[in-house]
């Protein structure tokens, strides 16, 4: 394979998908590179986190197909993660129980997940919370249990919806910051669901701008030059600048 040529983790040709008499989403296809980041982005209802079960599994498409390392999904499966915006954990078990939870489903055993368990905690830095339940910590703190929950079972494929939107600002800030070393580190492909350009432009590979239902893929963006640059000076690039007031331009047509 050239350096011009980039392998895709996951594949989607020609997806539709309707609700009843509902089009949400028609002839829909994209390719996510492996080991970057897509951000899906649109305006509100468009079907992002439509087409994200449908790649994870959890809905079918009404016609169409999703390839994931060139097999076809009809299912969910452990070559994907699904991190979800409402955190989704078990508020009977404690932190270590809830990241270790997907392992235990495979059967790991309890010595080797908890291992493995307590190497992500440390990643998303929970350390000490290990015994701590889900009411016990802030909404921030429970999302990265859930994105903890995902890295652990090691699947190549990690979906992540909307996951930093019931965050403050400042919170929302460092999580960006991890995603960055995350997508830096693990070697994964990830797939961002998220409402913010500023955010899709900052932590994103590629940005997939999706049109108003039944949805389409409108464009596609690669930020390039400033992704390069040190995380904390990627705001203040001007072509960070210039690709956020590009990309609104592209969707304010679409804002009631």
């Known amino acids: 394979m050239s350096n011009d040529q980039v392998e895709n983790a996951v594949t989607v040709k020609n997806v539709y998908k309707n609700y009843g008499d509902v089009e949400a989403l028609r002839d829909l296809s994209l390719e996510f590179p492996k080991g970057q980041l897509t951000s899906l982005l649109g305006p509100s209802g468009c079907g992002k986190t439509t087409l994200l079960k449908i790649i994870a599994g959890l809905l079918p498409a009404t016609q169409g197909e999703v390839l994931v390392n060139g097999q076809q999904v009809n299912k969910p499966g452990p070559d994907r993660a699904f991190v979800f ?4 954990l078990m508020p009977w078990a404690s932190v270590i129980r809830n990241v270790a939870f997907g392992l235990e489903l495979r059967g790991v055993n309890k010595s ?3 291992s493995i ?23 921030g703190m429970r999302q990265r249990v859930g994105l903890a929950r995902a890295l652990s079972v090691d699947s190549p494929v990690l979906l992540m919806d909307e996951p930093f939107s019931a965050v403050d600002e400042q919170t929302r800030r460092k999580f960006q910051e991890d995603l960055l070393n995350l997508v830096k580190n693990e070697n994964k492909t990830f797939i961002f669901v998220t409402h913010s350009i500023e955010e899709a432009v900052y932590v994103s590979d590629q940005v997939a701008l999706l049109l108003p239902r039944p949805s389409r893929v409108s464009e596609i963006i690669k930020p390039s030059s400033f992704k390069n640059k040190d995380i904390n000076s990627i705001r203040k690039d001007s072509e960070y600048l210039d690709t956020v007031e590009r990309i609104w331009k592209s969707l304010r047509s679409y804002v009631e």
Do not use: C, M, N, W
């Open 85 to 88: 915006q409402d955190f989704a």
């Open 112 to 114: 080797e997940r908890e």
């Open 117 to 139: 368990a307590i190497k992500y905690i440390k990643d998303v830095g929970l350390t000490g919370f290990e015994h701590s339940y889900p009411h016990e910590l802030s909404g």
